[in-house]
């Protein structure tokens, strides 16, 4: 079963009739080329002008008015065979009128952003104007006319200019889909040859949004979806601040399953690039308590808006293997996170809010700020490794005796930076260990074993003596790369005496292990 598709829009006109349309020149219902329905409004023989087809909404609705109040986006789809000037000259406009002929007018397209055949543009109502004439009533909108600037020369009397369908609202809707038979995003594009939505389109094997897509039904019935190895981008397009985003959603009585890309044991692989390719940022909603199935399986987000992900629950949810590039905050709550990157973010990489947080085997390289406490609490770092950062930590609580401590696993946080609070406490205990044996491999005891710090000043790290088992150790709070100096000497009258023994060394996050061998010192026995 292919996916369905409902979409969060309302069709201003279908475009399949010249009636209560106007124009500067000779329109027509085209036949032969239009994207949906029967027809679309074709303009003849525009040649190095502008030209203007304008609907009549309030004639053609019974003397309705279109609201357009609230954050409203227009999308409407265009095609002309003649050259049009560029964007910046105005060279496709949309403009809306109200009862009192107050207007604005927005350019939208042109010659550099017109890439052939039927095209569907986008405008937030919102959004500055580039021509406007008097205080427009949203509320009130009377007229919409789309003007095209040409500047090829044509000597035909056909059309060269046309409009077809249009809407105003937000987004797409996907359902549908069978544990069997999931939906793609192919199916989408396939779902959306008749109503025309034009909110997701492909083109070479890219998909390309210009609004909001949410996955799952949030009130009966089951969703399955899933696709690998995809790029998806969010249009630099002329929308809200807000207006990007992939939201998955689920009900208490059905399945609801969202995967990108294949699980190979604990990695994710075949994963799916998305993208923000403008300022405006997608962002990505997660958190729905009833999404049943949730798997982010080597997928690359950049360039991304905040993204909140649900807690542990379901059948399944988890990222795997995934890259979070110059994107904002991610929020994992305590949803699975295993072998990903968090690279170059815009502030804060990862906020943890629960001490139950599951994000192990991850890097973080050269963001502002690694991870993110934000409630007062113990949290174990399980192989998180930090490369580069301005602070691999950072606490933002309520109050001013917020603390936080961190216990740390095969993980090197080091840099901290408290914003409200009273500290961060790094506990990572790691061991410095050196065995002691002769040329036999028989163990050596009574050693003594001497470990500094090799750089930033001296500093004694341990000062001890081999067991009969030939073994020295001390516990080290690993904050870091350590380099260090490793000494080494048994020379006492009466015993056997060796060679000492000077060595370097660094302390990683799995502490610092050497076993030497002493030559016996045959001149001073």
Not at 46 to 55: D, G, I, L, P, R
Not at 63 to 86: K, P, S
Not at 91 to 120: C, F, K, P
Not at 293 to 309: K, M, N, Q, R, W
């Amino acid at each position: 079963m292919a996916v369905t598709l409902t979409a969060n829009l309302t069709e201003i006109i279908d475009c399949d009739s010249i009636t209560n349309w106007a124009s500067n020149e000779t329109i027509a219902a085209d036949t032969t080329y239009f994207r949906e329905g029967a027809a679309s409004i074709g303009i003849q023989r525009v040649s190095q002008e502008t030209s203007y087809a304008q609907y009549d909404y309030y004639t053609d609705n019974s003397n309705t008015y279109l609201d357009l109040t609230g954050e409203t986006h227009i999308n409407f789809w265009i095609r002309t065979v003649a050259v049009m000037d560029t964007l910046a000259a105005g060279g496709l406009r949309i403009r809306l009128t109200d009862a009192s002929a107050n207007y604005r007018e927005w350019w939208v397209g042109g010659s550099d952003n017109y890439y052939g055949n039927w095209q569907n543009y986008v405008i937030y109502t919102g959004r500055a104007t580039d021509d406007a004439s008097g205080s427009l009533n949203l509320a009130q909108i009377q007229y919409i006319t789309f003007y095209f600037k040409i500047v090829s020369k044509t000597v035909s009397s056909d059309e060269n200019c046309w409009v077809d369908i249009s809407y105003y609202g937000t987004g797409l809707v996907i359902k549908g889909g069978t544990s069997g038979a999931k939906g793609t995003f192919d199916e989408i594009i396939t779902a959306d040859a008749t109503p025309a939505y034009g909110l997701l389109s492909e083109s070479n094997g890219i998909y390309l949004a210009q609004g909001p897509l949410e996955f799952g039904d949030n009130t009966s019935g089951d969703t399955y979806f899933k696709d690998t190895g995809q790029i998806l981008l969010f249009a630099d397009a002329m929308v809200s601040d807000s207006h990007y985003e992939i939201k998955v959603v689920g009900n208490s009585g059905g399945t609801n399953s969202f995967e990108l890309g294949n699980k190979s044991g604990s990695q994710g692989i075949q994963g799916c690039l998305i993208k923000s390719a403008g300022s405006t940022k997608v962002t990505i909603d997660a958190v729905d308590t009833d999404i049943n199935i949730l798997g982010l399986y080597g997928c690359s987000f950049t360039d991304i808006g905040e993204a909140v992900f649900p807690d542990a629950g379901g059948t399944t949810r988890e990222v795997l293997t995934c890259s979070f590039n110059d994107s904002a905050r991610v929020k994992v709550n305590t949803c699975t996170f295993t072998n990903c990157n968090f690279v170059n973010a815009d502030d804060f990489a990862v906020e943890v809010d629960d001490e139950l947080f599951a994000l192990t085997n991850s890097n973080f390289i050269s963001n502002p700020d690694g991870i993110l406490h934000t409630v007062s609490g113990i949290y174990d770092y399980d192989t998180l490794i930090f490369t580069g950062n301005t602070n691999d930590i950072a606490l933002s609580g309520t109050l001013a005796t917020d603390y936080v401590t961190v216990n740390s696993t095969d993980s090197d946080p080091g840099n901290t930076r408290v914003i409200v609070g009273s500290g961060i406490n790094i506990v990572n205990t790691v061991f410095l260990t050196v065995n002691v044996e002769n040329s036999a491999g028989v163990a050596i005891s009574g050693v003594a074993v001497y470990i500094a710090t090799a750089s930033g000043g001296i500093v004694e790290l341990m000062s001890e003596y081999t067991t009969p088992a030939g073994v020295a150790q001390e516990s080290y709070n690993y904050l870091g790369t350590m380099p260090i100096t490793v000494r080494l000497r048994k020379s006492s009258t009466g015993d056997t005496r060796y060679y000492p023994i000077t060595a370097v060394g660094e302390i990683g996050t799995g502490g610092f292990t050497l076993t030497a061998v002493m030559s016996e010192d045959i001149i001073a026995a």
